[in-house]
């Protein structure tokens, strides 16, 4: 059983930065692919940024140039560095980790971005 972990979130200003890290136990990192997602107040929830095992990234539009995805296979962490932050960046942010063709969540870390 994969155990997925995410902290770093909190309450920011609009143009400031955050980092999310991951935490996945029980698995062989280095092999899984792992993702952020997001999901705001009455929206589906939606990809951020994914990072496979061979280190290829992939963002979604609307945070392409602001966020940088990255992982630490020594760690077995995943990263999301946030900058230049708006409001409508504002939700719950999970981690993703596929392992062996099972996906795992975390609980998810709440973001929030004032005007």
């Known amino acids: 059983q994969v155990h997925v972990v995410e902290s770093g979130g909190g309450l920011v200003q609009a143009g400031g930065s955050l980092r999310l890290s991951c935490q996945a136990s029980g698995s062989i990192f280095s092999r899984n692919h792992m993702g952020w997602y997001r999901q705001a107040p009455g929206k589906q929830r939606e990809l951020v940024a994914t990072?496979?095992?061979?280190?290829?990234?992939n963002y979604a539009d609307s945070v392409k140039g602001r966020f940088t995805i990255s992982r630490d296979n020594t760690r077995n962490t995943v990263s999301l560095q946030m900058n230049s932050l708006k409001p409508e960046d504002t939700a719950v942010y999970f981690c993703?980790?596929?392992?062996?063709?099972?996906?795992?969540w975390g609980q998810g870390t709440q973001v929030t971005v004032s005007s």
């Open positions: 990072i496979t095992s061979g280190i290829t990234i």
């Open positions: 993703r980790c596929i392992d062996s063709g099972r996906v795992y």
